[in-house]
């Protein structure tokens, strides 16, 4: 996949910056270590659903890092 899609209780700045972090467990990568990848992109769309709001974001770079 090229971005997420996050529920949010309010919506970012289009275009604004976001970091963030997904948390991959060694038990099902197989890999001695947890991994952590940090993600740097870009949101993209803001859209309501309900009482909240969705927020898309690309991903521009990344990069694996173990825990």
Do not use: H, W
Not at 46 to 59: E, G, K, L, P
């Amino acid at each position: 996949s090229g971005g997420v899609l996050c529920d949010m209780e309010r919506g970012l700045v289009m275009g604004s910056k976001v970091e963030f972090g997904i948390g991959m467990r060694a038990k099902i990568l197989g890999t001695p270590t947890d991994v952590i990848v940090r993600c740097v992109g870009r949101v993209v769309r803001c859209s309501n659903a309900d009482t909240r709001v969705q927020v898309a974001a690309v991903i521009d770079e990344y990069r694996f890092v173990r825990a």
